[in-house]
C-alpha cells in the first residue's frame, strides 16, 4: 500500500513568487493535515481537512496561504505570495475516518520549501 | 507560546547504554501523548504514545513514562542501538473536544548512538 506522497521535495523559489505544494493521503483516508516545521522548531499544525470540506484551519499563517482539497482526494497548498519565513518543511498526513488513536496518522516525507 | 517542549536539541549515547529523551508540557489538557522518530528525508513515524490515565507504557526497548503532576514524560531506549539515531518529536493532543490529528510538537532532540 503506497504512503502519504508529497511532491515536489524541495522546491527554491523567490521572494514574491508562487508555489503550489502537493499531498496524496493514502487511499481511503478522509482525514488530511498541512503540517509545517520552519527551522528549529516545532512541528506546527495548519489545517484539517475531512474529505474536501475544511475541518479546522486554524492554524494556518496567513491569507497568502490557500488549501484546497477538491474532490476529497488529494490536496493543495499554495502560498502566494511567498515570503522568506515561509521557508520550511511541509508535512501532510492522512488518516481513516472515524479513527480515534493518533498513532494511526500517516506522514508524508514532506516538501523542503525554501524562499530566498 | 510552545506547548510542548523539549528542552534538549541534542543527545549523544554509547551503544548498549539507556537513551533518556524528555518532554515537559505546559496544557493540563492534553491527555495522550506519542513520541515520533523522524529521519532525514522522511516524516515522522509514530514510535509509540501513552494516555494520561497511564503512568508507564512499555513495547520492546521503549518505554514512556508520564508524570502529570510535573507535567513531564520521558522516552526511554534501553539498549540504545546505532539505528536509533534520529531526531526525536514528543506531541501530545487532547481528546475531549479537540480535533482528531490535531498535535502539539515540540522541536525535537537528535538521538546519535555511537558504536
Known amino acids: 500500500e503506497a504512503g502519504v506522497t508529497q511532491f515536489p521535495s524541495h522546491s527554491v523559489i523567490e521572494k514574491g513568487q508562487t508555489v503550489t505544494l502537493r499531498c496524496d493521503p493514502i487511499?481511503?483516508?478522509?482525514?488530511l493535515y498541512w503540517y509545517r516545521r520552519v527551522m528549529g522548531k516545532e512541528i506546527k499544525f495548519l489545517l484539517h481537512?475531512?474529505?474536501?470540506?475544511?475541518?479546522?484551519e486554524s492554524g494556518m499563517p496567513n491569507n497568502r496561504f490557500l488549501a484546497e482539497r477538491t474532490g476529497g482526494t488529494y490536496s493543495t497548498l499554495k502560498v502566494q505570495p511567498a515570503e522568506l519565513e515561509d521557508s520550511g518543511v511541509y508535512f501532510c498526513?492522512?488518516?481513516?475516518?472515524?479513527?480515534?488513536?493518533?498513532?494511526?496518522?500517516?506522514f508524508g516525507s514532506g516538501t523542503q520549501l525554501s524562499v530566498l | 507560546d510552545q506547548q510542548v517542549k523539549q528542552n534538549s536539541p541534542s543527545l549523544s549515547v554509547q551503544e548498549g547504554r539507556i537513551s533518556i529523551l524528555n518532554c515537559d508540557y505546559t496544557?493540563?489538557?492534553?491527555?495522550?501523548f506519542l513520541w515520533y522518530k523522524k529521519y532525514p528525508a522522511e516524516g515522522p513515524t509514530f514510535l509509540i504514545s501513552?494516555?494520561?490515565?497511564?503512568d508507564k507504557n512499555e513495547d520492546g526497548r521503549f518505554t514512556v513514562f508520564l508524570n502529570k503532576s510535573a507535567k513531564h514524560l520521558s522516552l526511554h531506549i534501553v539498549p540504545s542501538q546505532p539505528g536509533d539515531s534520529a531526531v526525536y518529536f514528543c506531541?501530545?493532543?487532547?481528546?475531549?473536544?479537540?480535533?482528531?490529528?490535531?498535535?502539539?510538537f515540540g522541536r525535537g532532540t537528535q538521538l546519535t548512538v555511537w558504536p
Open positions: 496544557n493540563s489538557m492534553f491527555d495522550y
Open positions: 506531541a501530545a493532543s487532547g481528546r475531549r473536544g479537540s480535533t482528531l490529528g490535531r498535535l502539539y
Open positions: 487511499s481511503g483516508h478522509d482525514n
Open positions: 498526513a492522512s488518516s481513516q475516518d472515524g479513527e480515534t488513536l493518533n498513532e494511526k496518522l500517516f
Open positions: 481537512f475531512v474529505k474536501e470540506s475544511k475541518q479546522d
Open positions: 501513552i494516555s494520561s490515565i497511564k
